[in-house]
């Protein structure tokens, strides 16, 4: 039976959707779920990643360190990861998360810029680390492109490079493209990480491992930006029904949804006119819940300034521009009226 | 009315280090540019300052040994050939202005403390980011009290050079550490952003601060447009594109920088800030050097 791993993000990707909150408590509880039902990798960080705790993404109810050493206590098997962003943490970061039993380094830049992380992929692998690295927006660039910036990281160390779909925006045959040549020309596994913004999620998902990803991504309920990610105790169902080993117990994993995400989830996870706009329109996925509070300051229409910003083929990371694009369009919605 | 002017040298013959030459010749009052200082003879750079007249060696720093009337250098190398750079300079008592992250000299931005450190053997230029945002952080400074800025520098990936893109982390510390220096908050933390979208982008930066007591948003706004008016005199594509809003005790700003345009494409407003920032220090310390002359000290 051919193996895949599977990681866990609940607790960094999920806590877009809970606006930071996670208590060292709702860590313990999540992680030690996730540890039992056998999950590859845990993933632990600022939605943002490691450092995200800003004014720009969101102050959080804990810090990093916190929540790592919480996740410390009660994970026994499983690998905990941390997510990095170069321009947002540093190498620093890093090793305080290998000082609180971090074993992964996810290291993501925007799919153009594979180079700003040479120095946190090469010491990250120094220090025993492994590193999986992320190329976010995906979607945004061709399959020729995405290879090239692939191998960028390779020659810096990584040992699973992921094509991202941070802004849910891809179907099928765009995700087949991209991790399909990429596992053709690489010599590292490759990854895929979903939104489901237009409800592809599981399915993206399947055309990726279809294509040779080993390594995938979820979270419990889908717990995520946007729309969401592809829901693990889906992806473990589907994966199991189909013959593929994930090494999770799908029982365990169906409770651990049900039983300590769901009640902890502040709203619905669905597929809404704003969430569908941000796949439509190919915006990062985290950009929704600061697209609502822009809208609170300068009441538009949310779709109007997520298509916008689509339009400005904007990178993740830059949530402050939402705030100028909601400003511009009151201002000239005003002016017409 | 001519005035003596004082022998300088580039260090660095790159991007950077031409848009400084392009910079001095078309405006210095005090400076001549005398030597480029380069290290590959076939280099770009090098033959751009010898068609303009400008003399140049392919030896490094130590070609300089060769022009000895050079009074003040800026170097644009990189971090860790400025900590070679520095000592040879210090040696010949020639003033170093750094544009590279060795922060070995006073950090420097000319709005906030030009006057400081006139008679510093080296002056550091922080980053770029630093130089765009920290300004506003000061201008908030100078009304209330700072306890937190936060600076998010969104920058065209085709202005990132290597040197930026392989010392991120070095970027993003540095100028935090600038925000609590020279911007004067309590805390500081930086963020920068690439974004390869065509045409490239202007440089745009969003500053956040937030202070200790009640917000007079009258008393910060006019600061902040004080400020921008006095960063114009050096970098006149330096623009105000969104509040300050308050939003409780935290106040949101947010800039755009075009460059000059003079060696350096326009969308590079980040490369700009620093170089105008740069050329505005030399102009200063050799001003200075030309009256200590007159006087004959």
């Known amino acids: 039976m051919k193996k895949i791993r599977i990681v866990d993000t609940t607790l960094r990707d999920g806590s877009h959707a809970v606006r930071h909150g996670y208590t060292a408590e709702d860590v313990r509880n999540i992680a030690k779920a996730l540890d039992e039902a056998g999950v590859y990798g845990i993933e632990i960080s600022h939605g943002d990643g490691l450092a995200g705790h800003s004014i720009q993404y969101g102050y959080a109810a804990t810090s990093d360190e916190v929540r790592l050493s919480a996740a410390k206590e009660v994970v026994k098997n499983s690998k905990i990861a941390v997510l990095l962003l170069p321009g947002i943490g540093t190498r620093v970061d890093i090793k305080m998360a290998i000082e609180h039993g971090a074993k992964i380094a996810r290291i993501a830049t925007h799919v153009t810029e594979a180079d700003i992380s040479e120095q946190h992929i090469c010491m990250s692998k120094d220090l025993g680390l492994e590193v999986i690295t992320f190329l976010m927006l995906a979607h945004m660039e061709k399959p020729e492109k995405v290879l090239e910036q692939a191998k960028l990281m390779q020659s810096y160390g990584a040992d699973v490079i992921y094509v991202v779909d941070s802004a849910g925006a891809m179907i099928p045959d765009d995700v087949r493209a991209r991790v399909g040549l990429l596992k053709e020309k690489l010599d590292v596994e490759v990854g895929f990480h979903a939104h489901n913004n237009l409800g592809l999620s599981i399915g993206n998902t399947l055309a990726a491992i279809e294509e040779g990803a080993t390594v995938v991504d979820g979270t419990l309920c889908g717990l995520g930006a946007g729309a969401g990610n592809a829901p693990v105790e889906v992806l473990v169902a589907v994966l199991d029904k189909i013959g593929y080993d994930t090494g999770v117990d799908l029982y365990k994993i169906m409770d651990a949804a049900e039983d300590i995400v769901r009640p902890r989830m502040t709203q619905p996870l669905v597929i809404d006119k704003s969430s569908l706009s941000l796949g439509y329109a190919g915006v990062y996925s985290s950009f929704l819940l600061h697209t609502f509070r822009a809208v609170e300051k300068y009441p538009v229409d949310p779709r109007d300034i997520l298509m916008e910003l689509g339009k400005r083929r904007v990178v993740g990371g830059q949530e402050d521009m939402i705030i100028d694009v909601a400003h511009e369009i009151y201002e000239k919605t005003r002016k017409q009226a | ?297």
């Open chain 2, 1 to 297: 009315m001519s005035e003596k002017k004082i022998d300088v040298a580039i260090i660095g013959p790159g991007n950077i280090g031409t848009d400084l030459l392009y910079k001095i010749k078309k405006r210095s009052k005090y400076m001549n540019v005398k030597a480029m200082v380069g290290i590959y003879e076939t280099s770009e750079g090098l033959k751009r300052a010898r068609d303009m007249g400008v003399g140049t060696t392919s030896k490094g720093i130590e070609g300089l040994q060769d022009f000895d009337s050079i009074r003040m250098a800026f170097d644009a190398t990189s971090a860790a050939a400025h900590v070679k750079h520095a000592e040879f300079l210090k040696e010949r008592g020639i003033v170093a202005i750094d544009l590279t992250p060795a922060s070995i000299g006073p950090y420097v931005c000319p709005v906030v403390n030009l006057d400081e450190h006139l008679d510093a053997p080296n002056i550091n230029l922080i980053t770029c980011g630093g130089q765009a945002t920290i300004p506003i952080v000061y201008a908030v400074s100078r009304v209330a009290k700072v306890s937190y800025g936060e600076i998010v520098a969104t920058i065209a990936s085709k202005s990132a050079g290597p040197g930026t893109r392989q010392n991120i982390d070095e970027f993003t510390q540095t100028t935090a550490k600038g925000i609590e220096v020279i911007g004067g908050a309590d805390r500081g933390k930086a963020i920068i952003i690439l974004n390869p979208a065509e045409p490239p982008i202007i440089m745009r930066n969003t500053i956040y601060t937030e202070i200790e007591d009640r917000v007079d948003l009258d008393k910060v706004k006019e600061s902040i447009e004080y400020v921008i008016s006095k960063i114009r005199e050096y970098v006149p594509g330096y623009r105000l594109r969104l509040g300050p809003i308050a939003d409780g005790n935290r106040i949101t700003t947010m800039i755009e920088v075009e460059g000059a345009g003079d060696f350096l494409p326009k969308y590079a407003g980040n490369l700009d800030v620093e170089t105008s920032a740069a050329v505005a220090i030399g102009e200063k310390v050799a001003e200075k050097l030309v009256e200590a002359d007159k006087v004959g000290v």
